[in-house]
């Protein structure tokens, strides 16, 4: 089976400074991962995914399959990205399918 | 367009009781899953329909059952209601050809007494 853990519960940061929420994941197969992030009175909404090596909105994760992470970065935190963020799992060719921890609440101080 | 609509936003229910949630996808998509989020959690995969037939489920008691209609419009329907079944109910769409691109809508938040 699945897991996915974010050990972070709530991260503040103060803007302009670096940020990582931490993802960590179990699956014995090839995994697909995703993270998703909810703004405030705002639906959950998708960030990025690892197979498409992008940066949305200046935010970055690498699949680190050795260390089984997916940890979401951006180097300038900037105080809209405070939100709810989601790290997800699914398994290669079910990507509907989701496996989501328990999520991060990300606060960029002023 | 209006995403994913679901309703009703609020619902509250006794112990014992049947409750019907009902989604709308996106316009264009063919896929319906759902999720429940209980409070300080992930969203947690119930099931997903497409084609009008339940094709993947999570791990989730017979209690909780759903339909989709021709027009791609899905209900998902939980009997005899637990306290434990509290929680917000997500809706998510998508197309065959997306499948990584899931919409959320806004939720139907179930409580029950």
């Known amino acids: 089976a699945q897991r996915v853990t974010q050990p972070e519960k709530l991260l503040s940061v103060f803007k302009g400074a670096p940020v990582e929420l931490k993802c960590n994941y179990s699956?014995?197969?090839?995994?697909?991962l995703f993270w998703y992030v909810q703004y405030s009175r705002q639906r959950l909404q998708l960030l990025l995914r690892?197979?498409s090596r992008e940066s949305i909105k200046g935010f970055t994760a690498d699949l680190n399959k050795g260390e089984t992470s997916f940890h979401l970065k951006k180097p300038f935190a900037q105080e809209e990205d405070s939100a709810m963020y989601y790290c997800?799992?699914?398994?290669?060719?079910?990507?509907?399918?989701?496996?989501f921890g328990s999520g991060t609440q990300l606060t960029v101080l002023p | 367009d209006a995403g994913v609509t679901q309703s009703p936003t609020h619902l509250i229910k006794t112990r014992g009781q049947q409750v019907t949630l009902r989604c709308s996808p996106k316009?264009?998509?063919?896929?319906v899953s759902w999720y429940q989020q209980a409070l300080g959690q992930g969203p947690q995969f119930i099931f997903q329909?497409?084609?009008?037939?339940?094709?993947q489920r999570g791990n989730f008691p017979d209690r909780f059952s759903g339909h989709q209609f021709p027009n791609y419009s899905s209900e998902l329907n939980v009997n005899a209601l637990l306290l434990g079944d509290s929680a917000l109910y997500l809706c998510?769409?998508?197309?065959?050809?997306?499948?990584?691109?899931?919409?959320f809508g806004s939720g139907t938040q179930l409580s029950v007494l």
């Open positions: 690892h197979i």
């Open positions: 998510a769409s998508s197309t065959t050809g997306r499948a990584e691109k899931l919409f």
């Open positions: 316009s264009g998509h063919d896929t």
């Open positions: 329909y497409y084609e009008e037939e339940e094709r």
């Open positions: 997800a799992l699914s398994r290669s060719g079910s990507a509907r399918q989701l496996t």
């Open positions: 699956y014995s197969g090839s995994p697909e």
